[in-house]
């Protein structure tokens, strides 16, 4: 029996039906939605960073180089588990992968709590870093799953959409740590000043206890959402070759070298995980030292009001999405990142000029321009992956490129404690989103030029 047959023959039992090139005929809604509800779990840990990076800065006594070392484990357990998560992906399925994701997270949830008592940075790093294998494997997945997730022509569309629920998460986490850690007001290094040495120590333990609050909802959900996916169908969403004459054809499974070899050498692609490369580091960098402007330009205000300052920039991404998904249902994807991308340019450097709140609010601003960025760019550096056997690969790869998360925050501390000037420092994200901004317009003038070429629409 021809395998594509075969494969609609059993769909027959399901919603959807699966196509040789991976994707579904339709999008099967309830699975669709599980899928989604996984989208904020990463963004929820991506904002407790910020938070930690602030009150690690003063418990451990650190500079802002140092702290940046909060994003470097983050984004290096991306990093080095993303082809990992692709082969798993390869041999087995997307679903066992965000199993093994979801899983990873909760032990590095659940590793707070020995940290916590153990007190030492390098152990707060160690459960970061656990957490952090976890969102390799569940954005290594659900990235790629998504824009399989239906028919080829909405794939941008579905990615966005499950996109917009990360700012949800990202501002849960938030208010999490603004109240469970930050919670009895003040400013933590305000309070320490006027401390004995035995009282600061006894005052920071009580400090790294808070630090495990937020991590205990966290593992809730994270547990109900790992047995909810455990017993639900889901899709393969795997290529599969069909087969002439009716022999049986069997599927594609390209070795590392040879997916390796493929994207290397695919231009286009490459120049999109550079650009993802970027995005990663910029974006990251503006939120890990939001809290920080705020406080070095006010220093009457509390670190709980300065967190709140987060809030609104994670408000502030998500109409951002909304706005531009708008958009992009009704011009060329090229077009519209290019035009955010040079706003956000113009917000930062506003943020680095302007010595007064001004800088801050521009700061929030940016993440308006921050809205389609991700999504998209990932979308559409994976539709540079023509052969789609490589597809799993090709995600990896850009996902892997989040390791600019622990790059350029690391540059813009550095910036930040060698000329004195936080601010001064947020030179670095402008000049990364002007290169984004180079990258959208150059992608829009080759497509105006091969307009054959363009898929998004």
């Not at 708008?326 to 956000?344: E, P």
């Not at 450097?349 to 302007?354: D, G, K, L, S």
């Not at 992956?385 to 501390?413: C, D, R, Y």
Request: glycine fraction near 6%; proline fraction near 4%; charge should be positive.
């Amino acid at each position: 029996m021809d395998i594509s047959k075969s494969k609609a023959a059993k769909s027959q039992k399901q919603s959807w039906v699966q196509l040789p090139d991976g994707y579904l005929n339709r999008t099967p809604i309830f699975q669709f939605i599980i899928l989604c509800l996984i989208f904020p779990m990463w963004g929820a840990a991506a904002s407790l960073n910020d938070i930690l990076i602030t009150q690690f800065k003063t418990v451990f006594t650190l500079n802002d180089t140092a702290t940046a070392f909060v994003q470097s484990a983050f984004y290096g357990g991306y990093f080095l588990m993303a082809i990992p998560a692709s082969v798993l992906i390869k041999k087995t399925s997307y679903k066992l992968s965000i199993l093994v994701g979801l899983l990873f997270y909760i032990i590095g949830c659940g590793m707070f709590f020995p940290a916590s008592h153990v007190a030492t940075y390098s152990m707060f790093l160690a459960a970061i870093f656990a957490i952090a294998i976890g969102l390799s494997f569940l954005e290594t997945s659900c990235d790629t799953y998504a824009t399989m997730f239906g028919p080829k022509s909405q794939a941008n569309m579905r990615l966005n959409i499950a996109n917009v629920l990360i700012p949800l998460g990202d501002i849960t986490g938030i208010i999490l740590g603004k109240y469970l850690i930050f919670g009895e007001g003040g400013n933590i290094a305000d309070k320490v000043k006027g401390m004995t040495p035995a009282q600061a120590e006894a005052f920071n333990q009580h400090m790294l206890q808070l630090t495990l609050q937020p991590y205990k909802y966290i593992l809730i959900v994270l547990i109900i959402i790992f047995i909810i996916l455990a017993v639900t169908k889901m899709p393969r969403a795997k290529a599969f070759a069909t087969a002439e004459n009716g022999a049986q054809a069997q599927e594609e499974q390209p070795s590392l070298s040879e997916s390796f070899h493929y994207l290397i050498h695919n231009k286009r692609y490459m120049k999109g995980v550079l650009c993802q490369f970027i995005y990663a580091g910029m974006q990251t960098t503006v939120w890990s030292f939001t809290i920080r402007l705020a406080l070095r330009i006010d220093s009457h205000i509390s670190d709980a009001d300065a967190s709140t300052f987060m809030i609104y920039s994670y408000i502030a991404w998500f109409f951002g999405k909304l706005v531009a998904n708008w958009f992009l249902k009704r011009y060329s994807i090229t077009k519209v990142l290019t035009w955010f991308s040079l706003l956000g340019t113009i917000s930062l450097i506003i943020t680095f000029a302007v010595p007064s709140m001004v800088a801050v609010i521009a700061a929030i601003a940016t993440s308006f321009f921050f809205g389609p960025e991700w999504p998209t760019i990932y979308a559409h550096t994976l539709d540079q992956v023509h052969e789609k056997k490589h597809t799993a690969m090709g995600g990896a790869f850009i996902v892997m490129s989040l390791i600019g998360g622990a790059i350029v925050p690391a540059i813009q501390g550095r910036v930040s404690d060698l000329s004195g000037s936080m601010q001064l420092s947020f030179i670095v994200p402008a000049i990364c989103f002007a290169l984004i901004t180079i990258y959208f317009w150059t992608e829009h003038r080759y497509e105006l030029a091969h307009p054959e070429e363009v898929q998004e629409h």
